[in-house]
């Protein structure tokens, strides 16, 4: 099966804490992305990335970074998580260029308490 | 700078009903617009995007026409179904991705 994979589904952590999100294409894109949906439904790309060049969308949190190891895989780490942190974290992935469609994985709710 | 505006938040009709979802930009160059719709509890996937060639993109009975003259690409139906009930953004792309607020639409019996 083609597509984009995420893990966790959810996640429940303290103010502070350090977590991870993985994500994980097999479509054979160049380029993955990282969205924050709050609870507004408000859709925010954080992040663009593929292996020449990350774009990083000057209001994000510098707690916030990607990490790479390959162009199938583009994990989300946030460093010391604040309240404001609870949302949905999608993750998509598309061919570079400005006409490709993105392909979106079913997201990570982050709960933080 | 580019943008691209919703300006319902929510849409409320009954089904068989006609859909309009509205869907302005403003860009720097000419870009490339999408609808994407997302279900509850589901990922958000391409509704439909506009051509290089004027076609009128269709899917699942909606089209868009994108109007370079208006900075507009409104989604249209022209008779609603209960499972069309769901969140519609309007994204705009032209060297980076820019999504609309998103517009709830809720078709009743």
């Known amino acids: 099966e083609t597509a984009v994979f995420q893990t966790p589904n959810y996640h429940v952590t303290q103010v502070g804490n350090e977590v991870s999100f993985n994500c994980k294409q097999t479509l054979g894109h160049d380029t993955m992305y990282w969205y924050k949906q709050d609870s507004k439904k408000l859709l925010k790309i954080m992040f663009s990335y593929n292996n020449k060049q990350l774009i990083v969308n000057e209001t994000v949190p510098r707690r916030f970074s990607p990490q790479s190891s390959d162009k199938a895989h583009l994990n989300l780490r946030i460093k010391s998580v604040e309240p404001e942190d609870s949302a949905v974290y999608l993750c998509?992935?598309?061919?570079?260029?400005?006409?490709?469609?993105?392909?979106f994985g079913p997201g990570t709710r982050l709960t933080v308490l | 700078g580019d943008s691209v505006t919703q300006t319902e938040g929510l849409v409320t009709l009954t089904e068989g009903l006609p859909v309009m979802l509205n869907c302005t930009y403003q860009s720097t160059y000419s870009p490339f617009l999408f609808w994407y719709v997302q279900h509850l509890n589901e990922a958000p996937k391409l509704l439909l995007k506009s051509f290089t060639d004027n076609k009128r993109p269709e899917h699942q009975g909606f089209h868009a026409t994108l109007h370079k003259s208006s900075s507009s690409f409104h989604l249209q139906k022209s008779s609603a179904q209960l499972s069309d009930s769901a969140l519609y953004y309007c994204?705009?792309?032209?060297?980076?991705?820019?999504f609309g607020d998103g517009t709830q639409l809720v078709v009743k019996p």
């Open positions: 994204a705009l792309s032209n060297n980076r991705i820019f």
């Open positions: 998509a992935s598309s061919y570079r260029g400005d006409y490709a469609e993105q392909f």
